[in-house]
């Protein structure tokens, strides 16, 4: 919902100021006795005022307007994925974590350091950690080095004390990439 959020903002504002620039600009057009310059808005005036609130146009509107205005509630009220895994610790009053980014990273320095692995990538989920290695060309044995891998992560998971450690998913390719 992040990225939503992101590009809903901008569109939004940009929405309002063009909006309010066109307000100003009528505005000083009518003082200033000119026609209207961008809107008809003595003509969308006389149509308000000769409609009622039950024709078809006013409901299409309102129906349009509360659509929208419920799509942009969900937006909100829908639970953002957490950055941060919390960490155990002694003192209650303390709040600690780490965020999903610096545990890939932690990670991926954990298994890099390990020989035969030329590169890693790590993506950590809120539930699983995927650890994907590459092995130099020509490693013959990459089960092996699956469970290396698997155990040096669970070490590190381990060794980060976190409150809901992520399940370990690890494949091993070979080849340079």
Request: charged residues 20%; positive net charge.
């Amino acid at each position: 919902m992040k990225v939503l959020n992101r590009l809903l903002a901008p569109l939004l504002a940009l929405g309002f100021l063009f909006a309010a620039a066109v307000g100003v600009i009528e505005v000083i057009a009518h003082r200033t006795g000119h026609r209207p310059v961008l809107l008809n808005w003595p003509g969308v005036y006389h149509w308000a005022a000769h409609t009622s609130w039950g024709a078809a146009p006013v409901r299409l509107l309102s129906v349009g307007l509360v659509v929208a205005g419920l799509l942009l509630l969900i937006a909100q009220l829908t639970p953002r994925r957490p950055a941060r895994l919390p960490i155990t610790t002694t003192n209650p009053a303390t709040d600690t974590a780490i965020t999903r980014r610096g545990l890939a990273h932690s990670l991926r320095r954990a298994v890099t350091g390990i020989d035969g692995v030329s590169h890693a990538h790590v993506t950590v989920r809120r539930r699983r950690a995927r650890i994907n290695a590459t092995t130099r060309a020509g490693e013959s044995d990459t089960g092996t080095l699956r469970t290396t891998l698997t155990e040096t992560a669970r070490r590190q998971l381990d060794a980060l004390h976190l409150s809901h450690p992520p399940t370990l998913a690890v494949r091993v390719t070979t080849g340079e990439r």
